[in-house]
C-alpha cells in the first residue's frame, strides 16, 4: 500500500510514517495557530457582547442606587443581548437573575429591573 498522503497546512506530499498528518513542525505550528485564531474569534464576539451588556447597565446603574425598573424595550434600544450573560443567580425568594459580570437583571414581562452584585464572585453565600 503506497496511499500519498498531503501535508494538512501547505498540501505537500508527506514522505514518511503513515501517521503523519504534517511534513514538518513548522506546518503543525501554522495549521494549529490557525485553528487557535478562529476558536478565539468567536470567544472574542461572545466576550465583547458581554462586556458592552455590562457597560450599557453599568451606564444605566449610574447613580440610580441599588436597583433600577425600566422597560424591557429601553434596554433593547441600547443594544443590550438579553440572550447573552455570565451567570444565573436565584434570589432567596427563587427570583431568576442574569448577569453580565456583576451586574444583574431579572425580566418581568415588559420591564426589567436591574441589580448590581454587592457580594465578591466566587462566593456562595445567600
Ligand atoms: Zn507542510
Redo the contacts with the bound molecule.
Keep these: 500500500m503506497n496511499e500519498e498522503r498531503t501535508?494538512?497546512?501547505?498540501?505537500?506530499k508527506?514522505k514518511g510514517r503513515s501517521d503523519k498528518k504534517?511534513?514538518?513542525d513548522?506546518?503543525?505550528n501554522?495549521?494549529n495557530n490557525r485553528l487557535n485564531e478562529k476558536q478565539n474569534g468567536s470567544i472574542r464576539k461572545v466576550n465583547s457582547i458581554l462586556k458592552s451588556n455590562r457597560r450599557i447597565l453599568e451606564k444605566m446603574m449610574q447613580d440610580k442606587g441599588s436597583h433600577l425598573r425600566i422597560t424591557r424595550q429601553a434596554l433593547i434600544n441600547r443594544g443590550f443581548r438579553l440572550n447573552f450573560h455570565t451567570h444565573q443567580l436565584k434570589s432567596p425568594k427563587g427570583n431568576k437573575y442574569f448577569f453580565s459580570y456583576e451586574f444583574g437583571i431579572r425580566i418581568l414581562g415588559d420591564e426589567v429591573i436591574i441589580v448590581k452584585s454587592t457580594k465578591g464572585e466566587g462566593r456562595s453565600g445567600k
Design positions: 501535508c494538512l497546512h501547505c498540501k505537500d508527506i504534517f511534513c514538518g513548522g506546518c503543525r501554522a495549521y
